[in-house]
């Protein structure tokens, strides 16, 4: 599926592709609402619509993923919630293999995340995944979304790379577009980003349920690698 020779860079989303999206819907979908109505003493049903709505009307924003925004707008303190729920954090599978086996090839492994910082430092905490990346760079201490194009002109500037010899693995297909806008050569969507869930169906962009998928193809260049093929 992909030619290693012709990569040098990784750059790597967290939340539903290197850690299972299960956390964030269970949290947004389920928890928070629960929490809310609880906080208002409205029904839960009441709560849950409102805030399918409010989450909604900022989606694609940096606030969106903001959980100091959140905290302001609905009285909740949003840290401590995600801490009562964070035993549900976990990585997705053959992740760490995969980094590993990155870190053998010589890739530079970058993770680029629009989570606040808050939430990244709780998940970090929470996994193993921060000794296995080169960089961890959170879209919040550049100021914009990575669905906005000028992302990527701050992230190359923080973090210089060739896009032509980069892949860029996301969930996200609005994200993989802005990504594609920047010219990135290579770019992979995650079709299970909930493991709870269903697989999706992408057709825009090269696709694979998760890393389990490459770690072959990444065995194979090493051992060509070593063998000097």
């Not at 967290?14 to 964030?24: I, V």
């Not at 900022?58 to 729920?85: F, S």
């Not at 010219?183 to 890393?211: C, M, N, S």
Request: glycine share 4%; with cysteine; proline share 4%.
């Amino acid at each position: 599926m992909l030619d290693w020779k012709t990569i040098d860079t990784v750059l790597l989303d967290m939340d539903g592709t290197l850690l299972d999206l299960h956390f964030d819907n269970h949290f947004w979908l389920e928890h928070v609402p629960k929490r809310y109505a609880e906080a208002r003493g409205i029904p839960l049903a009441d709560a849950s619509t409102e805030l399918l709505t409010r989450y909604q009307d900022i989606q694609g924003t940096l606030n969106w993923y903001c959980i100091d925004h959140w905290t302001r707008e609905l009285g909740l303190d949003i840290a401590l919630l995600k801490e009562e729920v964070s035993h549900l954090i976990s990585v997705q599978p053959q992740v760490t293999d995969f980094l590993d086996l990155l870190s053998r090839a010589g890739k530079r492994r970058v993770l680029v995340t629009n989570a606040h910082q808050k939430s990244l430092e709780l998940k970090m905490r929470r996994t193993d995944l921060r000794g296995r990346l080169d960089r961890v760079i959170c879209a919040h201490d550049l100021g914009l979304p990575k669905e906005d194009a000028d992302f990527w002109v701050r992230l190359q500037r923080e973090e210089p790379f060739d896009p032509v010899r980069t892949l860029f693995v996301d969930d996200s297909v609005a994200v993989l577009r802005s990504a594609r806008r920047y010219g990135i050569a290579e770019l992979l969507a995650i079709l299970k980003p909930d493991t709870r869930q269903a697989g999706r169906k992408v057709d825009e962009f090269p696709a694979v349920q998760d890393f389990s998928a490459l770690v072959p193809g990444l065995h194979r260049y090493l051992s060509e690698h070593a063998s000097g093929v």
